[in-house]
Nanobody, 124 residues
Framework: QVQLVESGGGLVQAGGSLRLSCAAS????????MGWFRQTPGKEREFVAV????????YYADSMKGRFTISRDNTKNTVYLQMNSLEPEDTAVYYC?????????????????WGQGTQVTVSS
């Protein structure tokens, strides 16, 4: 069982930056692939980025490449999402999620555990 708690969301102006954190419980955090997703009302959940458990391989949605960076600190059981050059279109609730294997990583249905989400609002 893994419990995930996101933090770091808030209100930021367009062009600004935010760093989201996701703290995980449990002693097996390092064995989980960790992903970030986002969702706005009336829209489907959208894949943002993922980082593997072992090699730290990363993969991003096309619209986030070059602006967002995912990282993890296994000593702190935490995964991060650094978001730069934010745009109003990035406004959403951001969720972190965990799965055991680095396969089909952009599919939310493949993830076993989810956090409660943190709101990010980007003003124009």
């Amino acid at each position: 069982q893994v419990q995930l708690v996101e933090s770091g969301g808030g209100l930021v102006q367009a062009g600004g930056s935010l760093r989201l954190s996701c703290a995980a419980s449990g002693r097996t955090f390092s064995s989980y692939t960790m992903g970030w997703f986002r969702q706005t009302p009336g829209k489907e959940r959208e894949f943002v980025a993922v980082i593997s458990s072992s090699t730290g391989s990363t993969y991003y949605a096309d619209s986030m490449k070059g602006r967002f960076t995912i990282s993890r600190d296994n000593t702190k059981n935490t995964v991060y999402l650094q978001m730069n050059s934010l745009e109003p279109e990035d406004t959403a609730v951001y969720y972190c999620a965990a799965k055991r294997f680095y396969t089909r990583v952009s599919r939310g249905a493949e993830y076993d555990y989810w956090g409660q989400g943190t709101q990010v609002t980007v003003s124009s």
